[in-house]
């Protein structure tokens, strides 16, 4: 027979929904935490399935898991708490009796789709390029780019942390009176403040960027605040294309 699969006690805490990992850690070494009836002050304590986890004397278990789309909108920042006072997300996430956390980031001056959930296998999948989810973004530059320039985006370009992948790109509109124009630009990387470095290596500055989807997920029907939880069946199609288990 396999042995159980252990992990460590501040993990199995933080998936229970009350805290953080870090949150979980602090409550250890406090002496808040019991296994099987027994204070635990280890951080690196492993536990397995049947190990009857306690914090403050109450039962802990796995939390439901809650994976939702939300439009970040502009001036806000992808954080749960901001020590300069700036607005963070957490005012527009709905209240599950859980810890819904952003997966990745936008900035402050972008807007957009931004994934939150409590299942960290679907956030660690969502973050790493290893699996190329494409992001897709409308961006309002300055001046009219070229083909010879948005040529140089389509192939990778140098920016701050080496060249980009290979981007699609694709000129929306063009406003002569004002001098920008729209372009709609799909990378799969992650880096931070990528698509704005990338208009500005060419020699057009990003106005506006707005995040329109992530791999099969679109903003669309979405206003900025607003956020809506996947059904099981996108939940399920979601795990699928990131390799999880469903």
């Known amino acids: 027979m396999p042995k159980p699969e252990l992990e460590r006690l501040h993990v199995r805490i933080a998936h229970s929904g009350i805290c953080s990992r870090r949150a979980a850690e ?3 070494i406090e002496g808040r935490v019991q296994v099987n009836g027994a204070s635990i002050m280890e951080l690196g304590f492993k536990v397995g399935p049947a190990d009857v986890v306690s914090v403050d004397g109450k039962v802990i278990s796995d939390a439901k898991k809650y994976t939702l789309i939300f439009h970040k909108p502009i001036g806000v920042v992808t954080t749960l708490n901001d020590p300069q006072g700036r607005p963070t997300i957490k005012q527009y996430l709905p209240n599950y009796g859980v ?3 952003p997966v990745g980031r936008l900035d402050k001056d972008t807007d957009g789709l931004l994934f939150v959930t409590n299942d960290g296998n679907i956030a660690l999948r969502i973050s790493h390029p290893r ?14 780019p070229d083909e010879k320039s948005l040529d140089k985006l389509r192939n990778g370009i140098f920016i701050e942390g080496g060249k980009t992948a290979p981007a ?4 929306v509109f063009v406003e002569q009176n004002h001098q920008t124009t729209s372009v709609r630009i799909t990378i799969h990387e992650g880096r931070k403040r990528q698509v704005r470095q990338m208009f500005y290596a060419i020699g057009h500055p990003v106005i506006k960027l707005t995040r329109l989807r992530i791999g099969p997920y679109y903003l669309k029907g979405l206003r900025p605040g607003e956020c809506r939880m996947l059904s099981k069946v996108e939940v399920d199609k979601l795990k699928k294309t990131l390799g999880l288990e469903v």
């Open 131 to 144: 699996y190329g989810l494409d992001k897709e973004y409308q961006a309002v530059v300055e001046g009219i």
């Open 26 to 28: 602090n409550y250890i």
């Open 99 to 101: 810890q819904l956390k």
């Open 168 to 171: 699609k790109v694709e000129l």
